[in-house]
Nanobody, 119 residues
Framework: QVQLVESGGGLVQAGGSLRLSCGAS????????MGWYRQAPGKQRELVAT???????NYADSVKGRFSISRENAKNTVYLQMNSLKPEDTAVYYC?????????????WGQGTPVTVSS
């Protein structure tokens, strides 16, 4: 059984910073892409950033220059450093990973961690 567990969300003032972490555990053989998505109240879930196993990175335009994604392959962990936070960054942030496990290939999601940015 593969699990993704996130941590690091919380309440922060505009202009502040937070760092999210997401660790994958279970019968993992390899993780190709890891990423972060977010869903604000009343809106659809959207991509924030993704990072390939080899290091290739993609950011949503709305977070470029403010957020930074990184990963530690040996720890099956992905991070999201969020700086210069804005009220519009308020959302539940979800970790995603495409994992080959002993049960095959599929996408996994974390339970979500809320981020609230006050103005």
């Amino acid at each position: 059984q593969v699990q993704l567990v996130e941590s690091g969300g919380g309440l922060v003032q505009a202009g502040g910073s937070l760092r999210l972490s997401c660790g994958a555990s279970g019968s993992i053989l390899v993780i190709s892409v890891m990423g972060w998505y977010r869903q604000a109240p009343g809106k659809q879930r959207e991509l924030v950033a993704t990072i390939m196993r080899g290091g290739s990175i993609n950011y949503a335009d709305s977070v470029k220059g403010r957020f930074s994604i990184s990963r530690e392959n040996a720890k099956n962990t992905v991070y999201l450093q969020m700086n210069s936070l804005k009220p519009e960054d308020t959302a539940v942030y979800y970790c995603n990973a495409r994992i080959v496990s002993t049960q095959g290939l599929r996408d996994y999601w974390g339970q979500g961690t809320p981020v609230t940015v006050s103005s």
